[in-house]
């Protein structure tokens, strides 16, 4: 049974940092690409950042690029988002997700598994 669990959100001032985590279980993780996504209630989702599987390829949404920095560990069966500079705008349930093939592509295209998300809120 795959899952994709996701810790490290909160809440935090504009300016501040947090690192989101996801660990994933009950699959080869270093076979998958991983990508971060965020929602905000009664929008659709939206790519933030994605990395390729051994981690040599990154993409990143414009509106983080910067401030977000995407990696994993393979070896913990981790990937990690690095949030720096935080926005009001950034809030969100941000949401880990793995897929084997379009690795970077910036849309939900691929996704085989999602986490159960976690909230990111950002006061001004």
């Known amino acids: 049974q795959v899952q994709l669990v996701e810790s490290g959100g909160g809440l935090v001032q504009a300016g501040g940092s947090l690192r989101v985590s996801c660990a994933a279980s009950?699959?080869?993780?270093?076979?998958?690409?991983m990508a971060w996504f965020r929602q905000v209630s009664g929008k659709e989702r939206e790519f933030v950042a994605a990395i390729t599987r051994t981690g040599n390829g990154i993409r990143y949404v414009d509106s983080v690029k910067g401030r977000f920095t995407i990696s994993r560990d393979n070896a913990e069966n981790t990937v990690y988002l690095q949030m720096n500079s935080l926005k009001p705008e950034d809030t969100a349930v941000y949401y880990c997700?793995?897929?084997?093939?379009?690795?970077?592509?910036?849309?939900?295209?691929?996704?085989?598994?999602w986490g159960q998300g976690t909230q990111v809120t950002v006061s001004s």
């Open positions: 997700a793995a897929r084997l093939s379009v690795a970077l592509t910036p849309t939900i295209e691929g996704v085989l598994y």
């Open positions: 009950g699959l080869t993780f270093s076979n998958y690409a």
